[in-house]
């Protein structure tokens, strides 16, 4: 860092004649496709929506997409260790966030053993991603039953959309060693775009939690003629990651390593006569698989002298390796039934398998099947007024037949203002692992320890969601702002209970948020987001009268300082909470206070456009972290870090 600092500030210091045109988003919503699964304005959704476009990716100072949920009001995100990030809408959850729906380009990818999502493991880079939309709220009607708390749908950059070569990263303390390559490009009626890179870290110094990702993807598309194409997209990663405590020996827990890799393929066929009539189908399969070996000594696990019969290690293999597989089929046809109705449904097929000898006390498969169908109609009955429906019906085998119906009404009394109001039911079905827990030990000497963890007879946890929302665009101040009021109404949340996993706790969780966005001038962003929660809850079983934050809020600035180089601000503010396993005994984290900061400057160095960035994370100093501390580990302590981030295109 000392040898990079010098020559990095000379060159943000540039400012050359072959300056690039400074970028000027505009202010007004976007169309989006996740709110209802037809092309609207973010202005008429009947969901309340938040979208992270290019421009904030690329401005943002994070390194995964984890930290760009910063961005969402009522999100939350925290970090088990350094290569373990969680991300929460509101709270309410431990590590495994299985009541969120993630998806890339539309097809679910939260684990089908443990429900959430393992954030830093996605085979992504920043670069390949062209935005994300964020439902905040239950949308279980348009996307299935784990669309309980919200959906978050990562949509990556088309092929083709930006040709010739490019290579970027980071580097700088902790670790960070981040490299990606992409190259994108047509040929006849192909358009291609390919990337690969690594992303690694050491994490943070009080834990062993260094990480090293290997990723490659390749997104292709093919124009049969004017209406069909097909559309292919692979991706692949190899991890390699430090777990445990540095104070734990003798269990699950000790300082090891984690191997692991993964595939998905993805294949569409999709006819599109027009923006509302349009079918595709498509299949896909997901495959991830984790080795996972602890070589522990015995006399640490039963605390025995190391005199005598004890003298000499006694060595035990613990194997937590597990493979999971995910193959579907999907439908979907969107119609534009007359003019001011428009309708869109599906049928999808999917099987979820896991095998895992330690975990599921087999060493046979494990498995689920999930069939559904789905419609949404929007009918525009006037200019001003808009009915949306739409209705899900699932059946899978860990869980009774769910039905998930949602209705709302938007009403735009003068143009550019837009008042919505919604109900929505949704469940979320419980994960192969809360219905087929099975933990065994075979200990030497004492044959096998069995901890049966589940019975089999937990159901779904079911939500009802009701909103009021209100959405503004003016253009003459060039502000947007969105802002709703919902309250939430939860029952049979999962819990431990005589070592069973059953259905127990009811919740109730109300109150509001808002996004406003403010570009006064050009070279100028601002934005604003703001959430405020009050809780009830019964807590026979968990804590979640603590886990949701009073209140959370984001800022974001970007300002232009010169034709070439620019500053950003990102910040976000968390009240104190509670994450429901962490071993805290119920005591809430303090509030955190989180701020990037970034300096840019772009040149153009002969034929190449260039990018030289200066990034600090975490600039107000260290900070308690989430972390699993089911052994009494120690708080972990998040510290001030910074790097260089470049980019090169040619």
């Not at 959309?161 to 981040?178: F, H, R, T, Y």
């Not at 640490?300 to 390796?321: C, E, H, K, Q, W």
């Not at 994370?617 to 790097?643: D, K, M």
Request: aromatic fraction near 10%.
């Amino acid at each position: 860092m000392r040898k990079c600092l010098p020559l990095a500030a000379a060159l943000l210091l540039i400012n050359g004649e072959a300056a690039w045109a400074q970028e000027s988003d505009s202010p007004d919503f976007p169309v989006v496709l996740t709110a209802s699964r037809m092309k609207q304005s973010q202005l008429r959704a009947p969901s309340a929506v938040t979208v992270i476009d290019r421009g904030m990716i690329e401005k943002s100072g994070a390194r995964q997409i984890a930290d760009l949920m910063r961005f969402v009001p009522g999100a939350v995100v925290g970090y088990n260790d350094g290569n373990w990030p969680v991300v929460s809408l509101r709270g309410m959850s431990g590590v495994y966030v299985s009541s969120l729906q993630v998806l890339i380009d539309g097809v679910s990818v939260y684990s089908p053993l443990w429900g959430g999502m393992q954030w830093s493991d996605l085979p992504l880079g920043l670069d390949d991603v062209e935005r994300i939309e964020i439902i905040r709220g239950a949308n279980a009607a348009l996307f299935g039953p784990n669309a309980f708390s919200g959906v978050i749908n990562i949509i990556t950059r088309e092929p083709g959309a930006d040709c010739g070569s490019k290579i970027g990263g980071n580097l700088g303390q902790g670790g960070i060693a981040d490299v990606a390559f992409s190259h994108g490009g047509a040929s006849a009626d192909w358009h291609y775009r390919l990337s690969a890179g690594q992303r690694a870290s050491d994490g943070f110094t009080s834990r062993p939690d260094s990480q090293r990702l290997l990723y490659a993807n390749l997104r292709a598309e093919y124009h049969i003629n004017g209406n069909d194409s097909l559309q292919l997209t692979s991706r692949w990663d190899d991890v390699t990651k430090d777990v445990g405590d540095y104070r734990l020996r003798g269990n699950a827990m000790q300082p090891h390593t984690e191997q692991g890799h993964g595939a998905d393929f993805q294949l569409r066929w999709t006819r599109a006569q027009s923006a509302d009539n349009e079918f595709w189908v498509q299949y896909y399969h997901q495959r991830t698989q984790r080795w996972n070996h602890v070589n522990v000594d015995l006399r640490d696990t039963f605390s025995l002298p190391r005199v005598g019969p004890f003298a000499n290690p006694l060595p035990y293999l613990i194997d937590i390796d597990f493979l999971t597989q995910r193959d579907g089929v999907e439908f979907q046809q969107t119609l534009r039934l007359n003019q001011g109705l428009r309708s869109v449904w599906g049928l999808e097929s999917r099987r979820d398998g896991v095998v895992s000898t330690r975990l599921m006390g087999t060493g046979s498969e494990r498995a689920s099947i999930l069939n559904r169908g789905f419609v949404g109609l929007e009918w525009q009955m006037n200019d001003q007024l808009a009915l949306h429906t739409a209705a899900m019906l699932e059946r899978n085998t860990l869980a009774k037949t769910a039905w998930s119906p949602k209705v709302a009404l938007t009403y735009e009394p003068v143009a550019g203002h837009v008042l919505r109001a919604s109900v929505s039911r949704a469940q979320r079905t419980p994960t192969l692992l809360e219905k087929y827990a099975n933990y065994y030990f075979d200990v030497p000497g004492q044959g096998r320890i069995q901890y049966r963890l589940s019975s089999g007879a937990m159901n779904s946890e079911s939500a009802i969601s009701e909103e009021i929302g209100y959405a503004l665009e003016y253009h003459p101040a060039r502000v947007t702002l969105d802002m709703r009021w919902f309250r939430d109404r939860y029952r049979g949340l999962v819990g431990m209970e005589n070592k069973d996993v059953v259905n127990q706790d009811e919740v109730r969780v109300q109150g509001g948020d808002l996004t406003a966005r403010w570009e006064p001038r050009d070279g100028t962003r601002l934005r604003l987001a703001y959430s405020a929660n009050r809780v009830h809850a019964d807590d026979r079983g968990g804590s979640y009268s603590i886990s949701v934050p009073a209140s959370t809020l984001s800022a974001y600035w970007d300002q232009a300082l010169t034709r070439t180089m620019d500053f950003s601000l990102n910040y976000q503010r968390v009240g104190a909470m509670f994450w429901l396993d962490s071993g805290q005994k119920k005591r809430s984290l303090p509030p955190i206070d989180y701020l990037n900061l970034r300096l840019a400057n772009r040149m153009t160095l002969g034929p190449h456009r260039v990018v030289l960035a200066w990034v600090m994370q975490n600039a107000l100093g260290s900070h308690s972290e989430y972390y699993l501390g089911i052994f009494g580990t120690p708080v972990t302590r998040a510290t001030r870090i910074s790097f260089i981030e470049f980019s090169v295109e040619f």
